[in-house]
């Protein structure tokens, strides 16, 4: 069973930093392309950033592409958001997503198959 499993969400100040990891299992990680989503309360969800399998190539979010930077550790199963300068509009559930290809780095949520649970940022002054 394909498995994503969120941590390092919280509370933080505006202007902080975090760094969100995820963890897999249950499927050849190393082959998929790997994104990070946000949903926050009425809208909808979005890829802040995705990284192809072999971390060559990367998308961001223009909104926030000063601020995020995404990478992974093929050997760890695992992927990583760090997200800096955060400001109250990146109050959000972040979730993390594993698509299987690796011709292209998606951005489209319904391009990506397997999802983890989500982990909740909360950024307040």
């Known amino acids: 069973q394909a498995l994503l499993t969120e941590s390092g969400g919280g509370s933080v100040q505006v202007g902080g930093s975090l760094k969100l990891s995820c963890v897999a299992a249950g499927f050849d990680f190393s082959r998929y392309a790997m994104g990070w989503f946000r949903q926050a309360p009425g809208k909808e969800r979005e890829c802040v950033a995705a990284i192809s399998y072999h971390s060559t190539v990367t998308y961001y979010l223009r909104s926030v592409k000063t601020r995020v930077s995404i990478s992974r550790d093929n050997a760890k199963n695992m992927v990583f958001l760090q997200v800096d300068n955060l400001k109250e509009d990146d109050t959000a559930v972040y979730y993390c997503?594993?698509?299987?290809?690796?011709?292209?780095?998606?951005?489209?949520?319904?391009?990506?198959?397997?999802w983890g649970q989500g982990t909740q940022v909360t950024v307040s002054s």
């Open positions: 997503a594993g698509a299987d290809t690796t011709l292209a780095v998606p951005r489209s949520a319904a391009e990506y198959e397997v």
